[in-house]
C-alpha cells in the first residue's frame, strides 16, 4: 500500500491499536509511541468498544486486525466510526488484499498493511492514512 520515504513527520494524533496477538500490538504501539503518537492499546474487539466509549479525547486513527476472534476488524471499524465519525482506518493483515472480502474488507479505497511488515513501514503507512485524512497530499 505504502511506498512513502521516511521524511521525519512525527505525529501528535491518537491512534487506537486493536490486535488479539499481543507482540504485534505491542510492537505497533512501540513503533507509534517513539513516532510522538498518543497511542490507545486494545487486545479485543470488546475492549476496544470499551476504550472508545471511555476514552473522552479525539480518536484520529483505528489500527485493526482484520481476523480476530469474537468480531472482525471491519466490523469493529463500523462499530467505532458509528460514535466517531470521521475517523480513519488502517488494517493489518496477513490475508492477502484478494481475500479480506470474505473477512468484511471489500472496498478498494480501504488502508491496509500487510503482515509482516517493519517499523518503517508501519510509520509510513500511518501517515500516509492521517494525511489523507486531513486532505494534505502525501508525500512522493
Given amino acids: 500500500m505504502v511506498d512513502g520515504d521516511r521524511s521525519g ?28 503518537y498518543s497511542v ?47 475517523i480513519a482506518v488502517l488494517y493489518l493483515s496477513g490475508y492477502t488484499q484478494g481475500t479480506l472480502g470474505n473477512h468484511g474488507v471489500s472496498d478498494p479505497e480501504i488502508h491496509h498493511l500487510q503482515k509482516p511488515f517493519d517499523g518503517p513501514e508501519l510509520a509510513d503507512a500511518v501517515r500516509e492514512v492521517l494525511d489523507l485524512r486531513a486532505g494534505a497530499p502525501p508525500d512522493t
Fill in 9 to 36: 513527520a512525527a505525529g501528535s494524533e491518537t491512534i487506537l491499536v486493536v490486535d488479539d496477538e499481543d507482540v504485534i500490538r505491542q510492537m505497533v504501539a512501540i513503533v507509534l509511541d517513539a513516532e510522538g
Fill in 40 to 86: 490507545l492499546e486494545a487486545a479485543s474487539p470488546a475492549e476496544a468498544l470499551r476504550v472508545c466509549d471511555e476514552f473522552d479525547g479525539a480518536i484520529d486513527l483505528l489500527i485493526t486486525d482484520v481476523v480476530m476472534p469474537g468480531m472482525n476488524g471491519a466490523e469493529v471499524a463500523r462499530r467505532i466510526a458509528a460514535t466517531r465519525p470521521g
